[in-house]
């Protein structure tokens, strides 16, 4: 079965500090990940995809195959940032994603 | 476009009550998608189609049924609400083109069951 864990529910840093979200997965096939981020009061929506190697907003995530993980990262945080982040797999068929747990992301100035 | 939206925003039920949640999409969108967003357990995937006329079962489909009857709409029904399911909604719908997986979210529905 397919799983995602993050094992960080809240993570607070200083605006102009680096981040890191992390996520691990446990899949048996090649996974397709995800971040997908939630504003206050905003819908979900996608951040960033690892098949598509960008950078959105400054934030970038690589796949570790061999780490099974897909850690989100910035190096200069802003307050905008602060939102709940998703990190999502999906199954080989594309038909389903799973989520993780949800990382609470705080920025202070 | 409207993009995903969902009706009502805000309910509040006792508990025995039924209730229906109505989910939309102009993107003619063949997969829709029920979720339930908890604190600290994400969101569980409750019910999902891809397209008019099927459902599938997720992770958490007890106590809910659904139906797809139109490509654009999809439901979401209660029968006889618990506080268990107590929660927000979030519906979301994807392309059914391969390799495209990018799911796109409604507003979200907060349901309290007291």
């Known amino acids: 079965a397919q799983r995602v864990t993050q094992p960080e529910k809240l993570l607070s840093v200083f605006k102009g500090a680096p981040v890191e979200l992390k996520c691990n997965y446990s899949?048996?096939?090649?996974?397709?990940l995800f971040w997908y981020v939630q504003y206050s009061r905003q819908r979900l929506q996608l951040l960033l995809r690892h098949i598509s190697r960008e950078s959105i907003k400054g934030f970038t995530a690589d796949l570790n195959k061999g780490e099974t993980s897909f850690h989100l990262k910035k190096p200069f945080a802003q307050e905008e940032d602060s939102a709940m982040y998703y990190c999502a797999l999906s199954q080989a068929s594309g038909s389903r994603l799973t989520f993780g747990e949800g990382t609470q992301l705080t920025v202070n100035p | 476009n409207a993009g995903v939206t969902q009706t009502p925003k805000f309910r509040v039920l006792k508990t025995g009550q039924s209730m229906t949640l109505l989910c939309a999409q102009d993107?003619?969108?063949?997969?829709m998608y029920w979720y339930r967003q908890d604190p600290g357990m994400g969101l569980r995937l409750i019910h999902y189609s891809v397209g008019e006329g099927t459902t599938a079962k997720g992770e958490v489909p007890d106590g809910y049924n659904v139906s797809r009857l139109k490509k654009q709409n999809f439901l979401l029904g209660l029968e006889s609400a618990a506080p268990s399911q107590t929660s927000v909604y979030f519906c979301?719908?994807?392309?059914?083109?391969?390799?495209?997986?990018?799911?796109?979210f409604g507003p979200g529905t907060r349901l309290t069951v007291t």
């Open positions: 993107m003619n969108h063949e997969y």
């Open positions: 899949y048996s096939g090649s996974p397709e």
């Open positions: 979301a719908s994807r392309s059914g083109t391969s390799g495209n997986y990018e799911q796109y």
